[in-house]
């Protein structure tokens, strides 16, 4: 069993950034990944990251403002967000994968957590 337990959400201006963390209880040997969703709108991949060598790779949206990292030693799993946008404002999710392969779509994640709010004011 897997768990996973975001934290970081708040709101935040325009420009501005937040760091959202999520702490995986189970096992480390997990891919783990950002999703999100906003009212109306599907949830889409973000940002992934393989948790063995560390591959990342990130939605064409988040590209150059968003990073990805992970503390294994700490199980737990981050997302640097700079130069937020209002586009930006979705709960994000944490999810995770017993491959090692970094995927891109959310039926391949296997765990996710409640999500925490992310709002960006104008």
């Known amino acids: 069993q897997v768990d996973l337990e975001e934290s970081g959400g708040g709101l935040v201006q325009a420009g501005g950034s937040r760091r959202l963390s999520c702490a995986v209880s189970?096992?480390?040997?997990?891919?783990t990944a950002w999703f999100r969703q906003a009212p109306g709108k599907e949830r889409e991949f973000v940002a992934a990251i393989g948790w063995y060598v560390g591959k990342t790779t990130y939605a064409d949206a988040v590209k150059g403002r968003f990073t990805i990292s992970r503390a294994n030693a700490e199980n737990k799993v981050f997302l640097q967000m700079n130069s937020l946008k209002p586009d930006d404002t979705a709960a994000y999710y944490c999810?995770?994968?017993?491959?090692?392969?970094?995927?891109?779509?959310?039926?391949?994640?296997?765990?996710w957590g409640q999500g925490t709010q992310v709002t960006v004011s104008s």
């Open positions: 999810a995770a994968t017993k491959h090692s392969a970094v995927f891109t779509t959310a039926q391949r994640y296997d765990y």
């Open positions: 189970g096992s480390t040997l997990y891919t």
